[in-house]
């Protein structure tokens, strides 16, 4: 955001930008759905809602400075929420996944409670327990979470005014999309308005920050729920696009994942988190595809992801510590001041690491 | 636990008879002080005399043994350090303690936090309030780090800034709250001769207006700004007066005196190690 032609009316009205955002997203979506296969546009509805789950997960860990392994269990209880209201009550989408969310940002609560108690490495670790203990729960309850099977619903079809040969992965695409501009919608008003700034002062100073009059605790929860609210949107519409929510899909890898997109995509940015979500689509795939190329054995295809994935996150910390969107915004400045704008302050320009940009 | 003052009403700190034990230790023993509006009070003694506790006391960080606090004649039973900047009373820390990873503009935002009117919800739509809350506080903010001539690095990062710029901002984050109690610990810790008359000139003009507590090693200071002082020596009060009284009793001369032995070196090395944290 250090381009200064950003005039000042569009400046300061949040809800402009937002909008604008939006808007521009969604027309996108509406145009690049269209052209894609039947397959891209799955793979588009699965970056939806792996977004939607990230940039809760990149708000908190940004902006609050608080770290949850157990958003893939808060996506969890998203999917079963939808998956039950759907399949055995009959719930139309939209309020399925409004619940959906809900629910997540009720469970949300008490964990954002003792978050709010918890540093560093307890925080992980509760958070942990929790993404680990929440799927045996569908074992504990065979008859309303179908155990190991899991809930099957069946697809949301696109609406008739779409036209009949409107394809059901274009639909579901659609439906992830709406759900991640939502997501981005809101985010992006938090995190430019005074409760970002708030969040982002009691991370750096818990208590100056009380001593400006915020109350830490209360900061702290807040972030955690609207976190947990977009971690359960996202789960909802993981049900609603694969048809299905089963503990197999969100096993305790997930919060590792998600975690990891959020790092290397770069903490605290929502563009960040959407270079995360492409990560956490392709890289099974890429994975996959190299296990095989070596004719691994399953056992060391299964484990591939994983490792992969902490050599990334490793090499990612190392070299890049703010992430892909971070060493984007790096090289842009470095280019623009190139370009000899040298008249900006000499001392380090306020680039700040953490507003979304 | 507050509610807006009467007109006319005492606008005075009063601490009586507070009791802080850490342990075996007593960091503050029976300690009574007060301070009105139009006043600065300098509270000095020894390192470990127990200052900072004192400040942590008012703020609601450390929950007194024994003893009673008032504000403007109403007693404050419990106090929560997030409701202070509502009840009009500001505080600087020894050190520095800004936000690190914001600009000096965003931190003075944070310290005028407690104008803030739209809440979350208006915040997440972006309603037009919360733009309306945001340009109030960002006009604040500039004002007042114009006022203590930092306007010209409103977007720079506290880290970039020499020590003595970023007590300045630190103090400006704590006048933007516009309280009507101002305590300073230590603000003159690592200030050259300059910047200290230009502080003293601050305290002066801040001083006429509002209450100020000024917790202070730095002797001329004290003796040129407060209007009175009150002395503390291992959690007790040992003197309080004008400043050239101060200057001249025994009491205090022995405590500093008695201390000196240790070597003043040794006296603000420790000092500094002691970040004053609550
Ligand atoms: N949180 C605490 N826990 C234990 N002891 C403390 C704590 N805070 C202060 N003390 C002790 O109380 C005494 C007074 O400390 P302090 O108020 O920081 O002194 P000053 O600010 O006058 O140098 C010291 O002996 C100090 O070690
Ligand atoms: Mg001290």
Redesign the interface.
Known sequence: MSAPAIPRAVR????LR?LSLVIVGGLLIALITGALSSYRNLQLAYGGYYFAALAGLTVLAGLSGQISLGHGALMAVGAYTSGLLIGNEGWALVPALVAAAGVSAIIGIPLGLAASRLRGPYLAGATLAFAVGLPALADKFPSTFGGENGLTINPSMPPSWLGSNFALERWEAWIACACALIVL??LY??V???????L??V???E??????????GRNQT?AFVVSAACAGLGGGVFTVVNQLAAPGSFQVQLSLYLLAGVVIGGLGSLVGAIWGAALLVFLPNWTTDLANSFSLSTNVSHNLPLAIYGVVLIAAMLLWPSGIQGGFRSLGSWLWHRRGRRSR?P????D???AAS | MESRELPGAAHRLSVEDVTVSFGGIRALDRVSVEVSTGEVLGVIGPNGAGKTTLFNVICGFVAPDAGTLSWRGKTLHRIRPHRLSSLGIARTLQGVGLFGRMTVLENVMVGAQHFRRAGIASAMVALPRSDKDERDLRDRALATLAELDCAGIADRLPGTLPFAVQKRVALARALVAEPELLLLDEPAGGLGADELTELRGVIERIGREIAVMVVEHHMDLVMSVCDRVVVLDFGRVIAAGDPAAIKSDPRVLEAYLGREAEGPEALTAAEAGNAGRP
């Open positions: 300061e009205r949040t809800l937002s919608f809101v008003n938090l430019h308005s005074g409760v970002g700034r708030s982002r002062a991370r750096d100073d208590i100056a920050a009380s001593l400006c009059g915020l109350h830490v807040v302050s001392g380090a320009p306020a700040r690491p953490s």
